[in-house]
């Protein structure tokens, strides 16, 4: 049974200046791929520690992953330091050479006998190349054990442990088992009726398991089966989402890397409508949202924030008596922004947002979290009065989130 | 010497379900502090997993600190594993005890036997408490090796971590040289210029040390200086910070935790300028980052996202024919937006911004990454033509750093 150490290597990461999403990458690959990863570790920049580091984890799992350090500067030690740990010397790898004589052909520059040190590999590793930069990775087998080392960059690295994978899937086909996951992400129910929902899925036999993990309201269960076979642990798996699905129904609203927005998209596109949102206490994280998705400019009109009250009546033309009367957070003037901007935008779903992102900004009777949201189509508006908690982040986070289910839920027409 | 290391708790993050923000922010506060971070672990729910952590841990720092698994389910194990490992019984905190009774005293659940179990301390342990969540985390020193055990949600283990750390600088004062950092911010130029500004500020009796770290388009110093006495590490550190600010002039927008849009929002309240917006291709992103700021309302009028031609028309009264002749993404059209925007909200100072963020979109002449940046005030208009690599979200954001920074030296009156 294979068993992985995923190893950060850099003092940026150690002294906290910047998160380390490599690790969370390559752990949720490995996953995915039924390796499970007992330990990440992060390190710096520092021989003597990186070598220790590598000794506890040969010791302790059977394939390593690293990345970082495999640049050019002074501070780049993994390819030199696995050189020494392993006992095996450094050769230039022909392939590297050959891109980087390409690469340098049409450009120019003084360190190309710097960059001479990307090639060097482990003798007898396997080269891993990527069109995303220069960077060569490698992996190499060595007594029983598995050391990949990837470069730091996340454009090259994740092209590169791509190609591992499929390596090391080739490699392991016939071992052992056959573990496959899926991840189904709800919105819109408590994670205590997802538990509920999930229970039944799970089997005695321990063949097929789920977990469920809650962010920004997004709940997401991750179900994984295991099976002699490939194609009896995805029947398994099928079965299971099946059941889930059957339970939660639209509550669920994607698989996989799909995000609410995601799911919006598909659904514009699906039904052929467009959409305008306008929004106060979300401040354009719904269009910046929105507009993370390419191919989107074909459905998404217009955004409008309308911070001021001038702006909202103004731009979109709420009256300036349902201000005066129920404050610009409310549920009259979140109907009008959602009419105004469809009514603006031309376009079949308006949406609109008002609220207290606070810290400050709370009156008697009106909290920070305090949100209104509407929809509105086909000459109605739907609306949902929230009370969220959290930093202004947090709030503005969940406000967008639980409009975007709004969205998709009108355009299932199921709300 | 004080040395550290972080382990971070969860099969959450060793799955890849999440990234590991608490670890980058522990690390952090502990390098600002003097404290060097050796090494960050990361590891499952698991007891015996995590006993060989910090077996580990306990050999190689003096220092360690655990985030997560104080919860009250089976799979919160911290608390007895450290109980087990080091030998030293739980017992129940008095106070913990009491803010447990009084967080329930208007709170009804069938729960309330589970939760004593967060009231469980090693003995001889310093609880640490915080009024933002009722878990408690402590603090025990053991054979020379300090433990630290926080809990895994941000929002307590941040303001316990804080506690933790004015106790440790006060046990910790007369023991050893001070050590002092800070974080100068700085946009628009290289990091290689951004180098050659720094080494000459570096000592060579090693008292002052300076790296750079970009990400963002933001190239980040962080200079530290040691020295027996605080105010003499203090005055050091001024003394290069004035060094590279004469010689980096107005590229330095802040320091710490400061942001580009927190450095506009202060020039605009210097200045009492108003702020409006107008997007296409970061849809949104701009006027998401400038509402990130509390207070902002004041000075932010309106923001627009206008991703259509039609929009570009109506919304800003974009002359047609400019995009005709141009094309929407084209200099004349960002100039026309920041003066659109600025004209129909009546703000001091618009932001007009058009380019392709890709992947796709791109036309023979007009390739992904271009991008048009153009600032109104005052009757003039500075623009900026880009060149963005990267993937659509980079764009998007490098397109929002730079534009930022626009407004910021137009609001200095440097550009």
Redesign the interface.
Known sequence: MTTAEIITIG???????????N?????????EKGIP????????DDKE?LK??LR?ASD?VNLIITTGGLGITANDITREVISAFFNIPLIPDEESRIRLQKYFSNRHTNRKDEYRRQCLIPEGAIALHTDNGIATGFAIHHKKKEIVCLPGSP?EMQPLLHKYLKIYARQHKAEKGCLVTRNLHTFGVSERLVEDAVKGCRTNSGQTKA?T?V?GGVV?I?IHTTAEKENKAVRLLDKAERAIRRKLGYAVFGEGDETLEYAVFVLLNKKHKTIAVA?SC???????K???I????KF?????????N??KVN?LGVPEKLILRHGAVSLPVAKAMAKGIKKK?SADIGVGITGI?????ATPGKPVGLVYIAVAKNGLVRIRKCRFA?S??DI?NYSVNTALNMVRLVLLDVM
Chains 1, 2 share one sequence.
Do not use: C, M, W
């Open positions: 003092t940026e990461i150690i002294a906290g200046q910047i998160v380390d999403s690790a969370q990458h390559i752990a949720k690959k490995l996953t990863v007992l330990f990440q570790t992060s390190v710096g520690l220790s580091t506890i302790r454009r977990i993990l962010r997401t991750n929004e979300t401040g354009g994280s719904l269009s910046d929105l507009t993370d390419s191919g989107i400019s998404f009109l217009e955004g409008v924030v309308v911070y001021s001038n702006a731009v935008a992102a606070g810290p400050t900004g959290g202004r982040i503005k």
